[in-house]
Each structure stands twice: as C-alpha cells, then as structure tokens.
C-alpha cells in the first residue's frame, strides 16, 4: 500500500521542472532534487509516453511540459508512472471489500482534484532561504568525498605507510588547489575544523604570540559570535579590546581605525562579508591601514568566500578564514589563510599536524569535500554571483515596494550576492519565522525573542536600528538551487504574513 | 520547541483585535525583549450581581509564545468574574498550552499581567477596592514598564 518510489520522485521532479519556468536538462533536476539522472530518465521516458512530458532539443534542451498543469492532475501523473490499486482481488468478496473500494475512490478523488500548478503552490513547497546558515551539500561534492571513506584512505596523514602518504598527497593537493584559489603559497593554508575554530585561532594564537609587543586588539562592531566571544575571553586574561564602529549600511569607520591602532596593537579583525546584513568591507583599505602601523590584518571571510573575489597577493591580510558548510561542502572543515612571517601560537597542540599550527589527525573526506565545493564555486563565480545578484535586487525591489513600512538593512550595492534583510516595522521576527515556516519558507531573524539570550542582533544594532526595528527584521539568504519562482513565491506570501500579524499588533500605522 | 497548543494558538489566535469602547484596558511591556500587550474587556454583571468578563480581546506584538498566551488567557478569563479571573496564574496559562519553553515563560508573565492590569484599572475607575496583593502586583508591574522606557 506504499506509494512507490517511482511516483514520489516523478511528482517532485514534475513540481521542480514546473518551478523552472520551462525547459530543464535532466542533470539539473537530478542535482536539485537529489535523484540519480538514469532514475530520472526512466521515470521521464514514462511520463513522456503519457504525453505529460516532451523533448526539445537544440543548446537549451531538455524536457518540458507538455500538458496544461492548470488541468492536468495528479491522478494522470500517477497512472502513468504505477497502477496504485487498493483493492482484493474481484473473486473475493471479504468483510473488508468496502473498505478498499472507499479508500480506492478516496484515493482517486484526492489525486483528481490536485492540478499541477496546485502541487508547485501548495503549502508544501519548500524553499530554503536560510543559505548563510549553511548549505546542503552539492551531490558532486558528495560523490567526490565517497572514495575518501575507504580503506585506502585509512591512514593518518603523519604515517609513514603508504596509506598515510596516500591521505597526506591528497591533501597536499586540496592545499595547491586553495593556494591557486586565492593566490596564496600551499604552506599557508591550515586546515581546521571549522570556521569558529579558524577564528578562535587568530585572536588567541596572535595575542599569546605577540603579548611581548602589546595587548590591544581592534575588533569591529559586528563580528561573527566566535570572534566577540573569543575577545570577550581575552579581555578576561588580560588583553585589551577596542571595538570599532560601522556607519549606517555596515560599512567600518576607517578613521576611527586609524585613530584607534596604537603602538601596542597587535591585531585587527573585520568581517569581510556581514553574515547579518550581507555588508562587504573594504578590505583594501583597512589592509593598507593596517599595513603601514604594521599591525595583523584578520578577516573573516566565511560568507564572502566564493562570493567575492579575493587576491591574496594584492591584498594586505595575513590571516583569513573561510568555511567549507557555507559553499556546499560539507560541515567539519574549514581553513585559516596565515601569511608567511606571522607569529601565531597554536590553540591545539599534539601531533604537529598542519606546519605545527594545528595538531589533529585530518578529516581527510571533509577536506576533500570543502576543496572540491570551492573548485565548483569558484568555476561558476562570475555566473552565479551574477545570477544571485539578480534574484537579491529582484526580491529587494519588490519586497519595499509592495509592503509599506519595510527597510532594507545592509549596503545596497556593497553586499554579499545572496543577503537580503529588511526590517518590517509593527511585527516580531520569530513568529514571522515560524509563519513562514507553514508556508515552507526558511529564513531567519535578528529579533531578541529568537535568540537565546533574550537579546537583540548585535549587528542591527551597530548600524543604529532601534531594538524595536532590530525585533522586526528578516534574513533571507539565497543560494544555487534558489530560482526565479522560489523568489515570487516569497513575494506571494511574504505580504499575507506580515499584514495577519500588524493586524494582531497593538501598534498601528 | 513548541507544544502542538502553543502552536494551534499561534496560528488561530482566539479573540484578538481591539475593541471599541472597552470598560477596562490593560497594556503590559515586556522587559526581557520589549514586547507589548494589550488587553481590552467588557464587563457585566452577572446575575448575582457581581461584575464578570463579558468580552475580551486582545493584541500583541510579540514571538509566538507570546501570541499564544494572549489567546489562551482570554480563553481563561472569558466569563469569569473578575475575582475568578485575578486568580488566573501564569502557571495557569501554561497548563493550559500544555508547556512553554523555560525561555519563554516571561511571554507567559506578560499576559498574566495584562489581564490583572485590566482589572486594576476597572477596579480604581469604579471605586472598587484594591486589595493588598493586586496593589503590590501592580506596583511590580509598573516599575517594570517605566525601567524598560529608559
Ligand atoms: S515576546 Fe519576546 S520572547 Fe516572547
């Protein structure tokens, strides 16, 4: 009395390929829906039999419809796939044979009064708009780290058999291909673990390093958690922390820089891309500030990576960090950028692995899948950023415009192709999330009543919102698998979910 | 995170809106994130003669527990008289959402508040006597709100 396989993943793939808005290849549904591409071709070749689906040729060919989905249901896509039948057998006449002609013609009545267009629409589409969060893994990803699990792998990169040369050649190869990325030398990359422990690194590893030639450390505004948490922490063993401020679009005051580096300052650290409000900073400029006082320069590029170009040979950064969960790796690594020259004291000490810096036995299919995720983004960097700053300004654009009261926060052009937050005055972040959610739609908020501190988004305070407008603000993050019809889908209920709850509000417009 | 309750509330909040002319009001701020509610009533008397709830609504700006405990105390107070009502607890609330998050049980507060507001209010407009308790929770009440404007 299951459903099969068969129908399940030929309705998902008929609703993604309606949600494309035409033609689509059978690889890009294969890879939106996570099907293999021979199940898919079987399950399309039957539906094309039925005449639901058609061929085109030519460059952009691929399969389309070939039916009305206003009018056709459910029940025609069925029956072309499998014969579900709830019944016994006509020779038995059992005390239960009504019960399976009712469930039978339920069945049916169901299936016949579903179009199409009501599947691509109904409250069960999903669309995640959460990307800066993290990202799934992208299925090519995956199938490149598989081989990574195996036997031959086994080896801890530090042994000498040839298992652990294996493991440790490949990933010599994964630090070349980084290298190559952002114009950097091999040694200078560090695997680690994870974005949080990169920058827990850098502040505690150049403040302990570097304590003999002072213990200020300049920080901005509106850092990630992991990075005012690990200040916070040195604060309490004795380092001295100045935070400086952004201007209204997020953008860090440079002059306040200036004036704050002293003598005794050891490092800065700035966000390059705002995880909050998508805000990118210059990193030119603060480079060559820090450059001339000769102080460390450490930027957080955890969202920027793959979004924004990054030289590293024009740059003035000696130290950077990027995540692989945030470009469709997989989560568990990331990489610490150290510049040649730099003195850094290791956070974890051991076996000596990574230049010393970071003692661990390597996770060597996740630094695999995070090298393999960065080749594929930064192959389509130019088409996927300009892609994703289409949908951004799209939604952007119409989101003002069609709902009164709503701010976009963040630099309107120096911004993160994927980050979109707007603040919606009347209304609290959480239960707009939690709204959303009954419509499948992911995003999240800065709102205080979110988090688990009670505490408004710090971020949204720095750039001079009030905790009342901070309360009222989303995030929608876009990525690869969001398309044009995710975008208006937002656009269709975002306005209904806001107007039920300024209808509940006890303020008024 | 949320009771299958807290959610049903949430979703389908029960007598919310304002109303026109309320015989008592009652607009509580929440200090742990500034959340604001308000809660207006309709009183009569019942036939003994004693004034009870006759209509309530509500409206909040706040996270879904919040919107949650607004409909479930209006359910509550529906009804009662007012020294029923002034007996509703947050722990009362609570019960009735089968459970809130610890996070959350401040949402929980708010309401609670709001309706004993209410009847504060009522009760100094009609001369009624205050007793000891709902001035002293009234006092609470108040240094909260005027803490949270500064
Ligand atoms: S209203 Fe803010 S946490 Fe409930």
């Known amino acids: ?509 | 995170m949320y009771t299958q309750k807290v959610l049903e509330h949430f979703r389908n909040p029960h007598n919310f809106g304002s109303m026109d002319n309320p015989d008592a009001l009652g607009q509580v701020g929440n200090l742990a994130c500034g959340d604001v509610m308000k809660l207006y009533l309709k009183i009569a008397k019942n036939k003994d003669g004693q004034d009870y709830i006759e209509d309530v609504k509500f409206e909040t700006l706040g996270c879904a527990a919040a919107i949650a405990t607004s409909s479930v105390v209006t359910d509550l107070a529906k009804n009662k008289t007012l020294t029923e009502a002034l007996k509703i607890k947050n722990e009362d609330i609570i019960k009735a959402l089968d459970d809130l998050p610890t996070i959350k049980i401040h949402c929980s507060l708010l309401a609670a508040d709001a309706l004993a507001e209410a009847i504060y209010s009522y009760f100094q407009k009609t001369n009624q006597p205050i007793s000891k308790e709902l001035e002293q929770l009234h006092q609470r009440i108040v240094t909260c709100q005027t803490r949270l404007k500064h």
Not at chain 1, 40 to 55: N, T
Not at chain 1, 228 to 252: H, M, P, R, Y
Not at chain 1, 352 to 366: D, K, Q, V, W, Y
């Open chain 1, 1 to 509: 009395m299951k459903l099969s396989t068969k129908t399940r993943y030929g309705l998902r793939a008929l609703a993604n390929l309606i949600g494309q808005d035409g033609c689509c290849s059978i690889k890009q549904i294969s890879k939106n829906e996570h099907i293999s591409s021979d199940y898919l071709e079987k399950i399309f070749s039957k539906l094309k039999k039925a005449g639901i689906l058609k061929v085109e040729r030519g460059a952009t060919g691929g399969y389309n419809l070939n039916c009305d989905p206003k009018k056709t249901t459910l029940k025609e896509v069925v029956n072309a796939l499998e014969k579900a039948e709830f019944i016994c057998p006509d020779f038995c006449s059992c005390q239960s044979k009504s019960v399976w002609q009712k469930i039978q013609s339920g069945f049916t009545n169901v299936l016949s009064s579903i179009t199409l267009n009501q599947l691509v629409d109904s409250k069960t589409k999903s669309v995640y708009l959460d990307y800066a969060a993290s990202t799934p893994v992208d299925p090519e990803v995956l199938n490149t780290m598989l081989p990574y699990f195996d036997f031959s792998y086994a080896g801890n990169t530090m042994s000498l058999h040839q298992m652990g040369t294996s493991a440790s050649q490949v990933v010599e190869t994964c630090r070349q291909s980084f290298a190559n990325i952002l114009n950097a030398l091999p040694k200078e990359i560090i695997f680690t673990a994870s974005a949080t422990e990169s920058n827990n690194t850098v502040l505690k590893g150049i403040a302990f390093a570097n304590k003999s030639k002072g213990k200020h450390i300049i920080i901005s505004s509106i850092e990630h958690d992991c990075v005012l948490e690990s200040a916070a922490w040195l604060k309490t063993q004795g380092f001295e922390i100045s935070q400086i401020s952004v201007d209204k679009d997020g953008l860090l005051n440079l002059d306040e820089l200036k004036k704050t580096i002293r003598k005794d300052t050891i490092l800065v650290s700035v966000i390059h891309g705002n995880n909050e409000i998508g805000t990118i900073q210059d990193l030119a400029s603060i480079g060559q500030i820090c450059h001339d006082r000769g102080v460390y320069f450490h930027t957080d590029a955890s969202q920027s990576f793959t979004k924004v170009p990054l030289d590293l040979s024009k740059l003035n950064i000696d130290l950077l960090t990027a995540s692989s969960h945030k470009i469709y790796g997989p989560k568990g690594a990331a990489l610490l950028y150290i510049k040649t020259g730099t003195k850094i004291t290791p956070l974890l000490h051991g076996g000596g692995h990574e230049f010393g810096i970071r003692s661990s036995t390597l996770n060597l299919p996740a630094v695999v899948g995070f090298t393999k995720a960065a080749e594929i983004a930064m192959a389509n960097f130019d088409q996927e950023n300009a892609r994703l700053i289409k949908l951004r300004d799209y939604l952007i654009k119409n989101i003002l415009e069609t709902i009164p009261d709503s701010h976009l926060n963040g630099h309107p052009t120096d911004r993160l192709s994927n980050n979109i937050n707007i603040s919606f005055d009347r209304v609290e972040g959480e239960s707009l999330l939690l709204e959303l959610d009954y419509y499948g739609i992911a995003a999240s908020t800065g709102s205080a009543c979110s988090s688990s501190s009670l505490e408004p988004s710090h971020v949204l305070l720095a750039i001079g919102l009030k905790p009342e407008q901070s309360h009222g603000s989303l995030r929608f993050s876009l990525g690869r698998f969001t398309t044009k019809s995710d975008a208006d889908y937002l656009l269709k209920v975002l306005p209904q979910v806001i107007n039920k709850f300024r209808a509940l509000s006890p303020f008024k417009s």
